[in-house]
C-alpha cells in the first residue's frame, strides 16, 4: 500500500461562511412585531450586509411577506429586481445621471436628498412613481435642511409618498440626540408634511419604542442577528456562522517567535495550529495577538488565542491545551457564542463592518441554510 493510500486525514482550505435564512426570517418577524403597527421594510443594501441580497430578498419576499426594500444604488436593486416583482424599492443614496435610466425602467422609488436633486429629478421623472423626501434633524449627512424645503413650492410639497430621515445616537437609548431628532422631526413633518406617511427608525430606533416608528421602519443590522441596541440583550438569533480549517498542526519551541514581525514570542513550549483564514478573507488585522479561535473537539468546544499578526491568508492559534485536534478540523471565528458583535468587539470595530467585509468576499464558500427547521 502506498503513503498516499495510507493518510486518512482531511486535507481542507477554503474557510466557509454559513448563514441561517431560518434565522433571518425569525428576527425580521421580531423586529415586526417590535415595531407595530408601522410597516416593515428590509435594508439589503451592500448585498444586504454582504449576507447576500439575492437570497434575502428571495426569502423575506416569499416566505416573510416583506414588499419595501432599500438599496444604497439602483445598480444593486436591477441585479434582483426580478424576484420581487410586487415590491416598492427604495433608493437611498437617490437618483442622479449616473443611474437616471434605471430609475425609468425599473420604477425605482429615489429618496431625494437634496434641492438640487429634486430639480435634477423633475426634469427626469419617472411615470407612477412618488419619490420620498429626506429631511436632515442632526446627523448632519444627507438630507434637506429646513432653508431648502423652504424653497419647495406647495405642489412640489404635495409630491413626495413619504417623508423620511434617520438617527444618530439610537444604539444608545438615553442619548439626548435621539429626543432633539424626534423633536425635530416632528416639527418638519408637522409644519410641511403633515399628512404624509413618515419613516425615522432604522431597527435600532425601532426598540425605542411607538413614538419612533412611525409609519414605517426600515430593518437592517439587526434583522442579521447584530445587536443594534447594546443597552439591552440582545433579542435577534445569530444567522452567522464562520469557520476555517486547520492545515498544519505544529510543535513550536520556547524562545521561538510567530509570524510577520515577530510580534509573538513563545516563553514555553507550544503547540500551534494554522488556521486556513486572514484579512484576505476579511478577518481583521486587529485581531492580531487579541483575537479567538473556537475548536470543537470531542464534542467539547475549547478557546484558542490568535498569535502573532493576521497575515492575509492565514492565522496561528495557541492550540497547547487542545487534545485531539487534527489536519481538516474546523476553527470557529464567528459562531452562536461567539457572535459578529463579538469578533467586532475584539477587533475594534462594528458587526457591521465584519459583516460586509467577510460576506463579500469571493474566498469564502458561502453556504445557505434554509428550508424546514
Not at 482550505?13 to 415595531?35: F, G, R, W
Not at 416593515?40 to 439575492?54: L, T
Not at 419604542?209 to 442577528?225: I, K
Amino acid at each position: 500500500m502506498s503513503l498516499f493510500n495510507k493518510i486518512t486525514t482531511t486535507v481542507l482550505t477554503q474557510p466557509v461562511l454559513e448563514i441561517n435564512l431560518n434565522k433571518l426570517i425569525d428576527n425580521y418577524k421580531l423586529l415586526s412585531q417590535i415595531a407595530m403597527p408601522a410597516i416593515p421594510s428590509a435594508v439589503i443594501k451592500d448585498d444586504a450586509y454582504g449576507i447576500g441580497a439575492y437570497e434575502v430578498a428571495k426569502v423575506l419576499y416569499e416566505k416573510a411577506g416583506c414588499r419595501h426594500f432599500w438599496f444604497a444604488h439602483a445598480y444593486e436593486a436591477q441585479k434582483i429586481v426580478n424576484i420581487l416583482p410586487e415590491a416598492k424599492i427604495y433608493i437611498l443614496q437617490g437618483i442622479g445621471k449616473d443611474s437616471a435610466e434605471l430609475f425609468q425602467k425599473y420604477k425605482f422609488i429615489p429618496v431625494i436628498t437634496s434641492l438640487k436633486m429634486w430639480q435634477f429629478y423633475k426634469k427626469h421623472q419617472i411615470d407612477g412613481v412618488k419619490p420620498v423626501i429626506y429631511i436632515e434633524t442632526g446627523l448632519n449627512r444627507l438630507g434637506f435642511r429646513e432653508d431648502e424645503i423652504k424653497k419647495l413650492s406647495k405642489k412640489d410639497l404635495k409630491s413626495f409618498s413619504l417623508v423620511m430621515s434617520h438617527l444618530a445616537c439610537a444604539d444608545e437609548k438615553d442619548h439626548f440626540m435621539n429626543a432633539r431628532q424626534l423633536e425635530n422631526f416632528k416639527y418638519l413633518k408637522e409644519k410641511y408634511f403633515k399628512d404624509m406617511p413618515a419613516s425615522l427608525s432604522a431597527s435600532d430606533g425601532a426598540f425605542l419604542g411607538a413614538d419612533y416608528c412611525f409609519n414605517m421602519v426600515r430593518l437592517g443590522a439587526a434583522m442579521y442577528g447584530i445587536n443594534t441596541a447594546p443597552y439591552r440583550l440582545n433579542r435577534m438569533k445569530n444567522i452567522v456562522t464562520l469557520k476555517a480549517p486547520v492545515m498544519q498542526i505544529c510543535p513550536l519551541q520556547k524562545g521561538d517567535f510567530v509570524g510577520y514581525s515577530a510580534t509573538y514570542r513563545a516563553n514555553t513550549d507550544r503547540k500551534i495550529a494554522i488556521v486556513s483564514i486572514g484579512y484576505g478573507d476579511g478577518v481583521p488585522r486587529s485581531l492580531s495577538n487579541v483575537g479567538k479561535v473556537f475548536f470543537k473537539v470531542s464534542g467539547k468546544w475549547t478557546e484558542a488565542r490568535i498569535l502573532g499578526r493576521v497575515s492575509m491568508d492565514n492565522i496561528i492559534c495557541d492550540v497547547t491545551d487542545i487534545k485531539g485536534l487534527e489536519v481538516g478540523n474546523y476553527g470557529y471565528l464567528i459562531m452562536d457564542d461567539y457572535t459578529l458583535d463579538d469578533i467586532a468587539r475584539d477587533s475594534g470595530t462594528i458587526g457591521y463592518e465584519i459583516a460586509s467585509n467577510i460576506g463579500k468576499n469571493p474566498r469564502c464558500i458561502k453556504k445557505y441554510i434554509s428550508g424546514t427547521k
